[in-house]
């Protein structure tokens, strides 16, 4: 079934501070990919996506590139803000009738002035 | 952009009881909804998808009859939380899918205590 491996925090940085966070994953077919933040106390909201192969999703000086042949969607950022501080989701839909997302755990970012 | 409004943001209810949470999309129609429950510092886990008009599809381990959803309309899913328990404290978040475009839309999430 699909699954999604996305690197373990909480991570810690500095503000202004380079970010990646890994994600791969395993689908059938051709997926489409997301990453969604979730900030303390709320809901998720979606950050970027990629529906195909080499595609790069970007928002907010975030970015996450479709890379099908290592199965990866790892998400950067070049100069993090404190506001940047949540909890960020790798996510992927196969498709078929129902459009389940299947989520990594999650990886805590927190980040100092 | 697309909203989600799902009510309450948070309830406290008594061992034994009920709880419906709505899930609403104010701006779209919604084929397909879907419930989640996301316990402290761990990831989403699915518990059912709703399709408007049709009964839910319950992940498996999810019991049916405890969690009760309903998709009457294309715009509105509730989740019932029947003859709660303790164990079922937790952060419920729903999600509403715009047609076959990928585009999912989160509630805001629904802090469940029981006491």
């Known amino acids: 079934g699909d699954s999604v491996t996305q690197m373990e925090g909480p991570v810690t940085l500095s503000e202004e501070a380079f970010l990646t966070i890994n994600c791969t994953y395993t689908?059938?077919?051709?997926?489409?990919l997301f990453w969604y933040v979730q900030y303390p106390g709320e809901g998720l909201q979606l950050l970027l996506k990629?529906?195909?192969?080499?595609d790069k999703g970007s928002n907010k000086g975030f970015e996450a590139t479709y890379r099908k042949e290592t199965t990866s969607f790892h998400l950067e950022k070049g100069s993090v803000q404190v506001s940047d501080s949540a909890v960020y989701f790798c996510?992927?839909?196969?498709?078929?009738?129902?459009?389940?997302?299947?989520f990594g755990k999650g990886t805590l970012l927190t980040v100092n002035p | 952009g697309a909203v989600v409004s799902q009510h309450p943001s948070r309830v406290i209810c008594k061992s034994g009881t009920s709880v419906k949470i709505e899930c609403r999309s104010l701006?779209?129609?919604?084929?397909?909804m879907f419930w989640y429950r996301q316990f402290p510092k761990q990831s989403l886990m699915l518990m059912a998808t709703?399709?408007?008009?049709?009964?839910?599809?319950?992940e498996q381990g999810v019991e049916k009859d405890k969690f009760l959803i309903n998709h009457a309309s294309l715009t509105l899913s509730t989740l019932t939380v029947t003859s709660a328990h303790p164990e079922d404290s937790s952060f419920y978040i729903c999600?509403?899918?715009?047609?076959?475009?990928?585009?999912?839309?989160f509630g805001s999430g629904t802090r469940l205590t029981v006491v």
């Open positions: 709703s399709n408007e008009g049709s009964k839910a599809t319950y």
């Open positions: 996510a992927l839909s196969s498709g078929g009738s129902n459009y389940k997302l299947t």
């Open positions: 701006d779209f129609q919604a084929t397909t």
């Open positions: 689908a059938t077919g051709y997926p489409s």
């Open positions: 999600s509403a899918l715009q047609g076959a475009n990928y585009g999912y839309t």
């Open positions: 990629a529906t195909k192969a080499d």
